[in-house]
């Protein structure tokens, strides 16, 4: 059960397959798992790597104050303890957040970035969002906030609902307060006046439903030959909610930009 501690918390993480390494970010009120579809479809042809962010999983769960940047060095660290000097960085929400502050802090770093929800500035009132969490258990703010995150109906399907269920279900042991300070870190952090500076190719993906669509569209216009795509029937959280659909969109742009092993295309 492999852990980096380089920037100084213990930050959880999952190898899986061999090759060029793909580096896979999660959302917030997530956990690792919400890659489980990517990691089964892109392991055979990359060394995928989902991180546990601060806050999540089996990664430390710190109360101070910490920003974006400390997140994304955590995910770095990881990267270091890999022996990782360049990779493809995706993420959902405010993983997509430190997958683009990786692009622009780190071009040397990024092969290309996938963006879902593609956000460049984050929730525009956070104290809204983290007002709801019980400081004892926040599973229960969690679930509501994640019901919000698909389509309307998909948390009410056997599907949706075991989907949703695997992230509440050690709730007890997750800090309300790192969570909130997560929200506040994306919340507080704009990124929207250097997205021209990013040089790496860029896919931003959004759901039909996604509450951060508008915000997607206008990531992918400020950064040249940025790609988007918008999944049908889908919310914030597409990646499990279609994941053919969404596999195919980024196998599509990795294929088109030369980093994807060509035995994957056998299966688009």
């Not at 090759?19 to 990517?38: C, E, K, M, T």
């Not at 055979?44 to 546990?52: E, G, K, N, Q, T």
């Not at 992918?220 to 889908?234: F, G, K």
Request: aromatic share 8%.
């Amino acid at each position: 059960m492999p852990y980096s501690t380089r920037n100084g918390l213990k930050i959880h993480y999952e190898v899986h397959g061999e090759g060029a390494p793909l580096v896979l970010i999660h959302a917030n009120p997530f956990d690792r798992r919400l890659w489980l579809y990517q990691i089964a479809r892109f392991s055979p042809f990359f060394r995928v790597i989902a991180v546990d962010l601060r806050g999540y999983g089996l990664s430390d769960k710190p109360e101070t104050p910490f920003n974006l940047r400390d997140m994304m060095d955590d995910v770095l660290g990881v990267c270091h303890d890999q022996g990782i000097g360049e990779a493809i960085f995706a993420g959902v929400s405010v993983g997509s957040g430190i997958a683009l502050l990786t692009a622009l802090d780190h071009p040397e770093r990024t092969k290309a970035i996938v963006l879902v929800g593609g956000s460049s500035s984050g929730p525009r009132d956070p104290e809204a969002i983290v007002a709801g969490f019980d400081p004892q258990d926040p599973g229960a703010h969690m679930m509501t906030l994640m019901r919000g995150y698909v389509a309307p109906g998909f948390a009410d399907t056997p599907h949706g609902k075991w989907l949703l269920d695997l992230f509440v279900e050690n709730s007890a042991h997750l800090s309300s307060k790192c969570i909130a300070q997560i929200f506040r870190t994306r919340g507080n952090f704009d990124m929207t006046s250097r997205l021209s500076d990013v040089k790496a190719p860029t896919l931003v993906i959004n759901g039909e439903y996604d509450e951060s669509l508008e915000a997607g569209r206008l990531t992918a216009s400020r950064i040249a030959n940025a790609r988007h795509v918008v999944l049908a029937n889908t919310g914030h959280a597409c990646c499990i909610e279609d994941p053919p659909a969404f596999d195919a969109a980024m196998i599509g742009f990795l294929a088109d930009h030369r980093l994807i092993p060509d035995g994957a295309l056998k299966h688009r």
